[in-house]
């Protein structure tokens, strides 16, 4: 069985390469190669955000989440990011899109000037190498289970053949590659779905054996209410700022159809995680002493399908990662570039070789979020803890992101103190969070790693920025948002 998944996944991975050539023939400018040259129509940018958003961290961990805490642990993933997509769609995608904007962080120059573009660009280039090393470990696992790859072998292939398509045929690739990747993840998912549900016996079967609080959807603790909070309000407020899902958004042929493709992949997002969800619940009826709830999802595959729709679902999980592999790798390149590089050099970004510059900088992401993945595999928890890292350095930026939006006094000295003030209380509260850890409640002995560092500081930033924008800005007036279209 090995042999053939070996076989079916060289297949996959060798027309993944081509397809990354094809798309190197229409990526002819910077804004062919980063943004396809803003023709995608709605259904292509709506499958390639629901494939890039779908991630191992979603097939495996929605389902590993549903069968150790049900309902609840689903407060991010699907739900939390189901949100975040509407939001999106009915409050930024089509304004920004108007701008002609290529990243998060062009808004943020726009609005809060140079210094201030470069530095939430380093921001959030950091938090996604740490969510690109936690795609490669996932990555990683998945040829493991299936394959019985080393764990480093594993790494080292995936990362290699993202890099090698991403580099040649920048978005044009990827959405190409994810169109193709979310139909097998659909396909697979629904598949698995039917399956784990008859072999379970059924929704009665699992309302058995399931335990009554995880089939609630209200919190019974303090904990599940903090992690609830987390959990949801992390990709509602901070998954706007995510640079993969709005650079798929920006290649809108219109702003009109940015949006409803930001509307449309919510839905689909929704749809494919409450499956995922339910592979979970049937998960514990199945293996009720599973070690890593994680594995359910694979492990279904290789014990109740045959061989070749077995290798359709690691095909679809091996899809999913490299989809959100190779948006997060450009999305980190065009930042690098576009945000950074050329406000410091003062390069053209419309001469050819500012091409060579973002393909440059491609690699050296890939490179990075290697040595990361490398550095953390033998952490426990290691995807977890990557994955918590992103989502607290995206939270730095929801005063900015928020505020420049909609409310016109908001200025470039409100949005410096209030970034400065977030990054460096998240760099000491972590560190104290994972050197010293003190109980901070007795009555249950609550460590302070259990509540994210980020809950205490985003609303101090908030108030923070609120207050020094009402008190500054006459002498830094704010910029007026202009749109091009």
């Known amino acids: 069985m090995t042999t053939l998944f070996t076989v079916i996944l060289i297949m996959y991975l060798i027309l ?5 050539f094809f798309g190197a023939k229409k990526s002819k400018s910077t804004e062919d190669y980063l943004l396809a040259g803003r023709k995608l129509p709605v259904w292509m940018m709506a499958f390639s955000v629901v494939a890039g958003f779908f991630g191992s961290e979603v097939a495996m961990g929605a389902s590993g989440v549903a069968y150790s805490m049900g309902w609840l642990g689903g407060a991010g993933i699907p739900f939390g990011w189901t949100v975040c997509l509407l939001i999106m769609g009915w409050f930024f995608t089509e304004k920004m899109r108007k701008m002609r904007v290529f990243t998060i962080s062009d808004f943020f120059e726009r ?7 470069i530095l939430t660009a380093a921001v959030i280039v950091i938090a996604m190498l740490f969510w690109l090393a936690a795609l490669f470990l996932g990555l990683a696992k998945t040829f493991t289970v299936f394959l019985g790859w080393n764990y480093t072998i594993s790494i080292a292939v995936g990362m290699g053949i993202v890099l090698l398509y991403t580099v040649a045929g ?6 190409i590659t994810d169109i193709i990747q979310f139909i097998i993840l659909s396909v697979a998912t629904l598949v698995l779905a039917f399956v784990s549900m008859r072999v379970s016996g059924g929704w009665d079967k699992i309302a058995q054996v399931v335990p009554k609080a995880n089939l609630r959807f209200i919190p019974s603790d303090f904990r599940m209410i903090i992690f609830l909070l987390w959990g949801f ?17 920006m290649a809108g042929i219109s702003p009109k159809a940015s949006r409803q493709a930001a509307l449309l992949s919510a839905p689909l997002y929704l749809i494919l995680g409450v499956l995922c969800m339910v592979i979970g619940f ?3 009826v199945i293996y009720p002493n599973i070690v890593d709830a994680e594995l359910i999802y694979p492990q279904l595959a290789l014990d109740y399908l045959p ?21 997060a790798i450009l999305a980190s390149a065009t930042l690098m570039s576009k945000n950074i590089y050329q406000p410091l050099t003062k390069a053209n970004s419309e001469n050819k070789s500012f091409l060579f510059i973002v393909r440059v900088c491609v690699v ?12 953390s595999a033998q952490i426990p928890n290691a995807m977890l803890l990557l994955n918590m890292i992103t989502a607290g350095i995206w939270f730095t930026l929801i005063p900015l992101i928020w505020f420049g939006f909609f409310w016109k006094k908001a200025n470039k000295t409100a949005a410096l103190w209030s970034l400065g003030f977030c990054c460096i209380f998240l760099l000491i509260y972590d560190v104290i969070a994972l050197t010293v850890n003190p109980i901070i409640y007795n009555a249950s002995e609550l460590h302070l790693n259990e509540i994210p560092g980020e809950i205490i500081c985003t609303p101090i930033g908030i108030i923070m920025f609120y207050f020094i924008a009402r008190a500054t800005y006459k002498k830094d007036p704010p910029v007026d948002i202009v749109f091009a279209e």
Not at 16 to 20: A, D, E, F, L, P
Not at 364 to 375: D, E, M, P, Q
Request: charged fraction near 5%.
């Open 111 to 117: 609005k809060y000037g140079k210094n201030v573009g």
């Open 170 to 175: 920048g978005l044009w690739s990827g959405v």
């Open 307 to 327: 061989p070749v729709m077995s290798a359709v679902i690691m095909i679809g999980l091996v899809s999913v990662v490299m989809s959100s592999a190779d948006s």
């Open 282 to 284: 049937a998960g514990a």
């Open 364 to 375: 050296i992401c890939g490179l990075f979020a290697l040595i990361i993945s490398f550095l």
């Open 233 to 249: 309000l992390t990709p509602v407020f901070s998954g706007v700022v995510s640079p993969d899902g709005n650079s798929r958004l």
């Open 16 to 20: 993944m390469i081509v397809i990354g």
